[in-house]
């Protein structure tokens, strides 16, 4: 059965900092990109960092750039996502997504809340 379990998310003051962290089971881990996406409350589902399998090949949103920093365990099958700087704009739901297609597995989701 695969699984997907977030965790780390919580309330934070802007300029915080947390870190959020995927451990998967049920799939081979190594073999799929691994992906952080954020919804907010009234918005799409957006793409917040990725990390591909082989080449750990990484992307960021233009929003998140030189704030978050993705990384990934393949040994503990667990990917990370560090968050520096918070904003109140990063308020979200986070989710964990394995695969780079539609199709993939998520996870439940962590809550981020930001604000003073």
């Known amino acids: 059965q695969v699984q997907l379990e977030e965790s780390g998310g919580g309330l934070v003051q802007p300029g915080g900092s947390l870190r959020l962290s995927c451990a998967a089971s049920g799939f081979s881990f190594s073999s799929y990109a691994m992906s952080w996406y954020r919804q907010a409350p009234g918005k799409e589902r957006e793409l917040v960092a990725q990390?591909?399998?082989?080449?750990?090949?990484?992307t960021y949103a233009d929003s998140v750039k030189g704030r978050f920093t993705i990384t990934r365990d393949n040994d503990k099958k667990t990917v990370y996502l560090q968050m520096n700087s918070l904003k109140p704009e990063d308020t979200a739901v986070y989710y964990c997504?394995?695969?780079?297609?539609?199709?993939?597995?998520w996870g439940q989701g962590t809550q981020v809340t930001v604000s003073s």
């Open positions: 997504y394995a695969g780079l297609r539609p199709g993939g597995y």
């Open positions: 990390i591909t399998s082989i080449r750990g090949i990484i």
